[in-house]
């Protein structure tokens, strides 16, 4: 990243003309958040109680000087193949940790942890690779749909795998923009069929087979609790004490999750609440623009008519709503920086 910046600088023509606006605002406010978040001696990472490091340092003075370039030089143009580089590399570590868990764990056996290959543990969670995935088959959305289908078996394999319902309802959001998008010809399809029936025998078996398997897999015991416990339940306690946090401008209130929870350590896996624990009001503000800044791309793209825009921008926005990637997942933050990046930029005018 840091060579291909300097790559733009030098030829600063090709880059779009004009002073600083706010998407350059967000994604230096992101770097920042960065440095806050980071500078945390967070008791549930051992590495983090030495405080800032100077590779973290690094890394968040590398993303304030890239993101601006490439949002000048459009993440959707001369940047493309960057960002498909990006995905490639990403869909590389989670497709090894995928095959890594199926060749060694029990088929679903590996909610919780998987086999890491690249130490040779169970020490990958799996949550952050499967979040990977779908930040690939998001990317790719945007990118290069050419390389959808393995992208779609990488989602799924962790939906299945690691019964990572996250991954289930990305690709089922996917597939349903996909429909939106190709509706008229999938209109004259039914059509055609309501005529002749007959025309649907074919798909009745393998159909009921995926049914007949949803229906006796454990994934779907995921979506049982999913409204009176895990994520849910975690966040509905964090916001009852962010409100007491905003009346008593004390957030110590955040600082630890009660027990009973399911989530058992002392994140609340919520970008907002965890920003308040960990960087206090200011880093809770500007994760709060980070939020703020998809939620308008995907306006933005909606009011040019693209589909995949404002799903890729509103699923950004929902991993970071339901996840730690400036926590623990390194390969997940980049994921979601990439999506971040296609969200905010311009889109072409009609």
């Known amino acids: 990243m840091g060579g291909w910046t300097l790559l733009q600088l030098r030829d600063r023509r090709q880059l779009r003309a004009g002073g600083p606006d706010g998407r350059d605002a967000v994604v230096i406010g992101i770097g920042i958040l960065m440095l806050l978040y980071w500078a945390f001696p967070d008791p549930e990472v051992p590495g983090s109680l030495s405080g800032l490091t100077l590779p973290e340092v690094g890394k968040a003075l590398v993303w304030m000087l890239f993101a601006p370039v490439l949002l000048r030089s459009d993440p959707l143009g001369r940047g493309r193949d960057l960002l498909r580089g990006l995905a490639a590399g990403l869909a590389l570590y989670s497709g090894a940790t995928l095959v890594g868990s199926l060749l ?24 952050e690779p499967g979040y990977v995935a779908c930040g690939v088959l998001l990317l790719l959305l945007r990118l290069d749909r050419r390389w959808l289908p393995p992208a779609f078996a990488l989602a799924l394999g962790y ?19 996909l429909a939106w998008e190709q509706r008229a010809p999938l209109l004259a399809w039914w059509q055609q069929v309501r005529r002749h029936p007959r ?60 027990p009973g929870l399911t989530v058992h350590d002392q994140w609340w896996h919520n970008l907002p609440l965890d920003a308040l624990r960990s960087a206090g009001f200011v880093g809770h503000g500007l ?30 926005l929902a991993i970071l709503w339901t996840s730690l990637p400036l926590g623990v997942g390194h390969y997940e933050l980049l994921s979601v920086l990439g999506l971040t990046l296609v969200s905010l930029a311009d889109p072409p005018r009609r």
């Open 159 to 177: 939906a299945v795998q690691a019964r990572n319902r996250s991954a289930l309802l990305v690709v089922a959001v996917v597939l349903l923009s």
């Open 104 to 127: 060694t764990q029990p088929f679903q056996g590996s909610y919780g942890r998987l086999f890491n290959v690249f130490s040779g543990r169970l020490d990958a969670g799996s949550t």
């Open 287 to 316: 994760a709060l623009l980070w939020l703020l800044a998809l939620l308008l791309a995907a306006w933005r793209w909606g009011r040019r008519g693209s589909t995949d825009g404002v799903v890729v921008a509103l699923l950004a």
């Open 199 to 258: 025309q649907l025998l074919p798909a009745v078996l393998p159909l009921t087979a995926v049914l007949v398997a949803l229906a006796r897999s454990t994934l779907l015991q995921r979506f049982g609790d999913l409204f009176t416990a895990g994520r849910a339940e975690t966040h509905r306690v964090g916001f009852a004490r962010l409100l007491q946090a905003y009346a008593s401008g004390d957030r110590r209130g955040l600082a630890t999750v009660p």
